[in-house]
């Protein structure tokens, strides 16, 4: 029913009220008729029950009366049954509500709804989201909008490089950089040289990563831009992407006073397959600076010399962090790890760990138990950079307090857990016993920050032994977060037992108390991992995680769960849960 439909039909029933007052009060008696009259076609109109209420709950959606629609749909529902098309017109509506939030908090959980429906109904959501004042909004929706592979989400992307905030343009210049934007090159050259020279150290990558050939001439003359940290991401640049064309120019950096530039080509020499380097590198290898000895000393393995390899040994055995890394790629180097992975310092073991890791060694257990088990109060694990930026490893930081006091901060945080998750990943490519016993310890010993992305790595697994040790975890004592989580899985899995229906408990008993919370935006120049997955932090991942599984089932109960979520559960969520409303309708 339109609008003026209901208007027409309260004017009727005003007028109605005002002839029957007449009638009562006597002030005109001829009224009784033209009253019954009116009468009969307003119970008519409203016998269209179909109509009529079906469209009186979109109204009150649409006028922001939120409570009263999911009330409205909610007694039509008990009459007719469930209303597909109409709930989806319902959700489309709550995201534009939400989107038209003043709370930073519904605005940036109805970005991620619309970024969960992953629909046609989202687009106009997340572009409303990009051009709001809140900076986390527009990165939220930019990463959203990044996992669309179409042109009209490429033209939105671009129009945040108008945004007021730095961060978000760089994000979006790193999005176009990705997907090879006709427009990026264009785009990361016009900012570059409006912001100030102190960023620019930013951009070589960028170019680099575009490969295309209007990127060449660029980066040639960032190799011999006057700042020495942007000379140096340009040749780390030229080295990651493999930029052969660029080889000759390369070579004449050697004689380049500045020590960052020299570990910098002494590793990319290497990466590059360099050969006629070798008699550069061997004088390099003895610079009277540790980090361009250890970086040319790989290169110089990587190119076939066996005096690399000696020196990174010997390196290693004087427990130089950068070179007990790179023994994951030297051969016969698992004894001497297995040895430093019993060393007194606990940088020495992650790092020790970490290489017989990539070597898929089984003796990587012991040492990936202690990492993981660190307690996140008291450590913080961190990527350690080289100087030149060529090499990284490991480090184990202290840290004083529990809870981050800001958000630069905040990020730290993300980033050890981003560690954790990356050494539990590699586990996965051990033989399977092993990482079954990995994670029978983090059950054992209620890792739940981890727990989210153990179980989902014995899901992907999909083994009899896997699903034996998730079915074990169901009947954890003192453990909900896991018991739930084991639950979970078993029913995506589709596995033998009443996992659906513990599911189904255990929306049932979630009160409306719990706020999804998204763990920090980490750019992408911090990232550990270049990919990068956006997710809510732990007391909320198991929440979506279910609606997600119950939204993909497509089920009419899940439909009706989800839908009471939304009317019952924490009034922020609802717009987080309208979008995964929309993908199970969908």
């Not at 940290?229 to 050697?254: N, T, Y």
């Not at 697994?461 to 899985?489: F, M, S, W």
């Not at 991942?541 to 599984?549: G, K, N, P, V, W």
Request: one cysteine or more.
């Amino acid at each position: 029913m339109g609008l003026f439909k209901i208007n027409e039909y309260l004017k009727q029933w005003g007028t109605l009220r005002l002839l029957f007052e007449q009638l009562l009060s006597g002030i005109n008696s001829r009224c009784f008729k033209q009253a019954h009259f009116i009468l009969i076609l307003f119970a008519t109109q409203l016998l269209a029950i179909d109509d009529v209420s079906s469209s009186h709950v979109l109204y009150l959606m649409q006028c922001g009366e939120i409570e009263k629609s999911l009330k409205s749909y909610e007694l039509l529902a008990q009459k007719k049954g469930q209303n597909f098309d109409l709930l989806q017109k319902m959700a489309s509506l709550l995201l534009r509500l939400g989107i038209q939030s003043k709370d930073a908090e519904i605005e940036q959980l109805t970005i991620f709804g619309a970024g969960l429906a992953a629909s046609s109904h989202s687009l106009p959501i997340l572009e409303k989201g990009l051009t709001s004042g809140n900076m986390q909004t527009s990165l939220l929706a930019l990463h959203f909008l990044s996992l669309f592979q179409d042109d009209k989400s490429d033209e939105l992307i671009e129009k945040v490089l108008s945004s007021d905030f730095l961060m978000p343009r760089l994000e979006a210049l790193y999005v176009m950089a990705q997907k090879k934007h006709p427009h990026a090159i264009g785009q990361i050259e016009s900012l570059m040289y409006r912001l100030p020279s102190e960023i620019k150290p930013i951009f070589p990558s960028l170019f680099a990563l575009v490969g295309t050939p209007a990127a060449t001439p660029i980066l040639k003359e960032l190799l011999n831009d006057p700042n020495p940290s942007v000379r140096v991401e340009a040749l780390l640049s030229v080295g990651r992407f493999e930029k052969d064309e660029l080889l000759a120019l390369i070579r004449q950096k050697g004689s380049h006073p500045s020590l960052m530039e020299k570990e910098a080509l002494s590793t990319i020499l290497g990466s590059l397959k360099d050969s006629a380097s070798i008699p550069l590198l061997k004088n390099l290898v003895k610079n009277s600076i540790d980090n361009v000895q250890t970086a040319a000393a790989f290169s110089l393995f990587l190119l076939g010399d066996e005096e690399g390899e000696t020196h990174l040994i010997k390196k290693a055995e004087e427990k130089n962090l950068f070179a007990i890394c790179f023994l994951s790629a030297l051969p016969k180097t698992e004894e001497l790890l297995v040895h430093l992975m019993h060393d007194p310092h606990l940088d020495v073991r992650v790092n020790a760990t970490f290489a017989l890791l990539e070597k898929r060694d089984a003796r990587a257990l012991a040492g990936l138990q202690e990492i993981l088990l660190l307690d996140k109060k008291n450590f913080l694990l961190m990527p350690l950079i080289s100087p030149g930026r060529s090499m990284q490893a490991w480090r184990v930081m202290g840290t004083p307090s529990f809870y981050p006091k800001n958000e630069e901060e905040a990020i730290f945080w993300e980033v050890s857990l981003n560690i954790k998750e990356l050494f539990l990943k590699k586990a996965l490519d051990l033989p399977e016993k092993v990482f079954l016993t990995l994670a029978a310890t983090l059950f054992e010993h209620q890792i739940n920050e981890l727990i989210p992305s153990c179980v989902h790595a014995l899901e992907n697994l999909r083994t009899p032994l896997a699903i034996d040790l998730l079915k074990k975890q169901i009947l954890k004592p003192g453990a909900p977060l896991i018991r739930d989580y084991a639950h979970l899985a078993l029913f995506r899995l589709k596995a033998e037992g009443s996992h659906e229906q513990a599911i189904y408990d255990w929306v049932a008993r979630q009160g409306g108390n719990q706020l999804i919370q998204l763990r920090p935006y980490v750019p992408w120049k911090k990232r550990v991992d270049s990919l990068y997955s956006l997710t809510p932090e732990e007391t909320s991942r198991l929440l979506i995680e279910t609606y997600s599984a119950l939204a993909e089932s497509h089920k009419e109960k899940s439909v009706s769960l989800l839908f009471e979520a939304i009317q019952k559960g924490n009034r922020k969520n609802r717009f987080a849960l309208a979008g995964l409303l929309l993908r199970a309708i969908e």
